[in-house]
């Protein structure tokens, strides 16, 4: 007796239309798939590509989730083009950390002002909760990394909040010796152009992706409309003059393009070839 045959007429939701699906809708996320999905991706390319989010102030325009966020969304676009797996994205990450007159301040608690230019004093932004040791996070990564690696994945592409970026790179030759398994991010040696992913602090570009990406999310109608007033703990280019979703489109497939070569080449083996910035 052909159980499968049984079995897809009993519940004929299981013949799906999986076949059928338009390319922007294949599924490329780790949490959604099946085994056999799951077993198929990895097989076309054994590439997974870690969303180094926070849970952090972007700004009053923006959400608190937007780091893992825009580099989710860039993700699954890159995985749609290349191959691979798209993993959950993490919400803690290192970053500048001080203390003032007994309270500590992360990141843009304390970088986003400015007493001399009148910018005002540190806060503790509402939302800001992602904070991690850098030992830990070095923890997190190499453990996320051994397991990847037991799956049979060759590369992990680790990308999203910008210190979370710069650990993840610092610790690369040691872990990729390590693990076994080829590292890379999407950051360039120059991001001058402004068509990076994620070059700024819910500025100008941070505020474009998100705008290409989950239009829904961004909220510009809550900042000022008088332009002499700066948002508060945004760095960059202003994203009330700067931004919008044909820059954040434009940046994405830039960026998609670029790390696709790159990722093809070092799945043939020859990475070294090719420049990353
Ligand atoms: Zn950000």
């Known amino acids: 007796m052909d159980i499968r045959g049984s079995r897809l007429e009993r519940y004929p939701s299981f013949q799906g239309e999986r076949g059928k699906m338009p390319e922007n809708q294949i599924r490329v996320m780790y949490e959604e798939l099946t085994p056999r999905e799951f077993k198929k991706r990895l097989k076309q390319a054994p590439i997974a590509y870690l969303p180094l989010g926070t849970l952090e102030w972007h700004g009053e325009h923006l959400p608190l989730g937007a780091d893992g966020l825009q580099s989710q969304g860039f993700f699954c676009e890159l995985a749609r083009e290349v191959g691979g797996v798209v993993l959950p994205m993490l919400f803690l990450g290192p970053d500048l950390k001080i203390r003032i007159e007994g309270k500590e301040y992360h990141g843009m ?44 994945f060759r590369i992990v592409v680790g990308h999203g909040h910008g210190p979370s970026i710069t650990e993840f790179k610092r610790l690369t030759p040691e872990l990729e010796k390590k693990c076994g398994l080829k590292l890379f991010s999407a950051r360039r040696e120059d991001e001058s152009d402004g068509f990076g992913i994620q070059t700024d602090h819910a ?50 497939s830039i960026q998609v393009e670029r790390m696709s070569k790159i990722l093809r080449g070092a799945l043939e083996g020859g990475e070294q070839q090719i420049p990353q910035s």
């Not at 910018?119 to 991690?132: D, K, N, V, W």
């Not at 002499?228 to 945004?234: C, D, L, R, S």
């Open 109 to 152: 608690d304390y970088y986003g002002f400015d007493w001399n230019l009148g910018m005002g004093r540190p806060e503790i932004l509402t939302g800001s909760a992602y904070l991690m040791d850098k030992r830990l996070f070095r923890g997190l990564i190499e453990t996320i990394l051994g397991l990847l690696g037991r799956q049979g």
């Open 203 to 252: 500025a100008a570009n941070e505020t474009s992706l998100m705008m290409a990406l989950r239009p829904e999310l961004v909220h510009l109608e809550n900042l000022s409309l008088d332009l002499e007033e700066k948002p508060k703990a945004v760095s960059g280019k202003d994203p009330r003059t700067h931004s919008s979703p044909e820059k954040g489109r434009q940046a994405i």
